[in-house]
């Protein structure tokens, strides 16, 4: 198997670059960052070290087989039908099978764009962000400004707003966030959520900016800074610009093959087995496939990236020769996650879309105030546990768990049945909308973890009684040791 990519680093998760990455202390960094350790050792950031792959020229010589990595190349042509691509080198490469997983690259502003190709100062404060070099630059970037303003109020401009003001904590950086909708991850949370998550932003130190565009950007020499305008007639300034406005499939290689590309949104369409043409496959990011249950999709999150991608490896190692030969078929409901704290987290599975009708059960209300007005209405009012239902069609399509976490209940040395997979499982059933079945469903999630308080009740009792039978295991052993032996004096047998 031979792997080609254009970043200088082994295949890595990038879910930490906007999250743990900027909580640890910068020796844990540094070793994270090492291709030399892996998610078994050093970290959970590259799945293999770069021992783990063969020389790319010394392929063909390893007679069992293996993994090549060919870093810092870029496929730039391809041709079907002499299963054949050129890279950026001038190298050609034949193939007996393809897989595209060539995922994506950070959404542009127009603006911004405009602004930079006119000021080398505008071009060098933005920013983008997707993978580890930009982390690395990004981070010390801010470690040296005084100002940023992040663009976007989707997963990534949340996720990095809120771990920039780790470093505010250190160097009293000011962070800005600009959004053109009316809340933070208004897209797939809904209404009430939304707000909360933004309340809790706003108190960890960001200034919002809600349903603003940026109109304007420009470079302020007298203050040595980017000056951005908003639709509001407001303009901020600041040493950094972060735009954080989502991703665009990589489907340039389309052209060159002869692809299709899905109108709507972007991707290398494939089939039910990830496939786009005869050998040719697709998955991650840049593909849209067909979901069976809820249609055409494209999905943009690392769950969905593993599973897809093993399917498609599945079916190119398969033997077309083979009469039992069985292809897989890509049915997986992926899950995706935020978790901007411990009292904000949460993870989902299907279409979480915030256009479509909610319904939602939580824990317990906000508590009241003494008036019987709502409470304080702070962050801290929203850390209880719940469970969102997202409808279509008056049936389940989207379930969303808050704060809540994936095992049931909490052990390690037991196997804990999985909520995901519950809420898998109930879109499975294409589960119909009515009020009563849905708090069921909710009481299922056991949204109030009366399971798991139950188990570690039950799991203390276990272990308290094994205790107590150890002891007297021993008392007994002891006793049975310092008996008649002890006096010199013979046991008489004991009868069976």
Same mark, same amino acid.
């Given at each position: 198997v031979l792997m080609i990519g254009d970043e200088p680093?082994?295949?890595?998760?990038?879910?930490?670059?906007?999250?743990?990455?900027?909580?640890?202390?910068?020796?844990?960094?540094?070793?994270?960052?090492?291709?030399?350790?892996?998610?078994?050792?050093?970290?959970?950031?590259f799945v293999e070290p770069d021992s783990f792959f063969i020389e790319p020229r010394r392929l063909h010589l390893a007679d069992t087989g293996g993994v090549s990595l060919w870093k810092g190349r870029r496929v730039i042509a391809l041709d079907i039908a002499d299963k054949r691509v050129t890279l950026d080198s001038g190298d050609r490469i034949e193939y007996g099978k393809c897989l595209l997983a060539t995922g994506g690259r950070p959404r542009t502003l127009p603006v911004f764009d405009a602004a930079a190709a006119q000021s080398p100062e505008v071009a060098a404060r933005t920013a983008y962000f997707r993978n580890i070099d930009d982390f690395q630059s990004l981070r010390n970037k801010a470690n040296q400004?005084?100002?940023?303003?992040?663009? #976007?109020?989707?997963?990534?401009?949340?996720?990095?707003?809120?771990?920039?003001?780790?470093?505010?904590?250190?160097?009293?950086?000011?962070v800005h966030q600009v959004f053109k909708e009316s809340g933070t991850l208004a897209h797939v949370l809904p209404p009430h959520l939304s707000e909360h998550t933004s309340k809790f932003?706003?108190?960890? #130190?960001?200034?919002?900016?809600?349903? &603003?565009?940026?109109?304007?950007?420009?470079?302020?020499?007298?203050?040595?800074?980017?000056?951005?305008?908003?639709?509001?007639?407001?303009?901020?300034?600041?040493?950094?610009?972060?735009?954080?406005?989502?991703?665009?499939?990589?489907t340039q290689l389309a052209e060159s093959a002869g692809l299709e590309i899905d109108p709507g949104d972007g991707g290398f369409l494939v089939n039910a087995e990830l496939e786009a043409r005869a050998d040719l496959y697709a998955a991650g990011d840049a593909c849209s496939y067909y979901d069976v249950l809820l249609g055409r999709r494209r999905v943009e999150h690392v769950n969905h990236a593993e599973e897809s991608g093993a399917v498609?490896?599945?079916?190119?190692?398969? &033997?077309?020769?083979?009469?039992?030969?069985?292809?897989?078929?890509?049915?997986?409901?992926?899950?995706?996650?935020?978790?901007?704290?411990?009292?904000?987290?949460?993870?989902?599975?299907?279409?979480?879309?915030?256009?479509?009708?909610?319904?939602?059960?939580?824990?317990?209300?906000?508590?009241?105030s003494d008036d019987g007005a709502a409470g304080s209405d702070t962050a801290e009012d929203y850390q209880y546990p719940g469970v969102v239902f997202y409808l279509k069609a008056g049936r389940v399509v989207g379930i969303l768990l808050w704060n809540l976490t994936d095992e049931i209940f909490q052990d390690k040395k037991a196997f804990a049945p999985s909520r995901l997979n519950l809420a898998r499982k109930v879109l499975a059933e294409?589960?119909? =909308?009515?009020?009563?079945?849905?708090?069921?469903?909710?009481?299922?999630?056991?949204?109030?973890?009366?399971?798991?308080?139950?188990?570690?009740?039950?799991?203390?009792?276990?272990?308290?009684?094994?205790?107590?039978?150890?002891?007297?295991?021993?008392?007994?052993?002891?006793?049975?040791?310092?008996?008649?032996? =002890?006096?010199?004096?013979?046991?008489?047998?004991?009868?069976?």
């Open positions: 680093y082994p295949p890595y998760l990038r879910p930490p670059l906007s999250k743990e990455l900027w909580r640890r202390k910068d020796d844990r960094v540094k070793a994270m960052l090492s291709p030399l350790g892996d998610m078994r050792r050093n970290s959970w950031l400004a005084k100002s940023v303003i992040v663009i #976007g109020g989707g997963f990534l401009g949340c996720e990095l707003a809120v771990s920039l003001t780790e470093v505010a904590k250190k160097t009293g950086l000011e932003i706003a108190q960890s #130190g960001v200034a919002q900016y809600p349903g &603003e565009r940026v109109t304007s950007v420009d470079w302020d020499s007298a203050a040595g800074q980017v000056k951005v305008g908003l639709s509001s007639g407001r303009s901020l300034s600041a040493d950094l610009c972060l735009v954080a406005v989502g991703i665009e499939a990589n498609a490896g599945r079916n190119m190692a398969s &033997e077309p020769a083979d009469p039992d030969r069985k292809r897989s078929t890509y049915q997986h409901q992926s899950s995706f996650w935020c978790n901007l704290a411990n009292t904000l987290a949460w993870d989902a599975v299907g279409l979480v879309d915030s256009r479509l009708e909610t319904q939602s059960f939580f824990a317990m209300p906000p508590p009241a294409r589960q119909l =909308a009515d009020p009563a079945a849905l708090q069921a469903l909710a009481r299922e999630f056991d949204v109030y973890q009366t399971v798991d308080d139950d188990y570690q009740d039950l799991k203390k009792y276990m272990e308290t009684k094994e205790r107590q039978q150890q002891q007297q295991a021993e008392a007994s052993a002891t006793a049975n040791s310092s008996g008649p032996a =002890a006096t010199g004096v013979a046991s008489a047998p004991v009868p069976a």
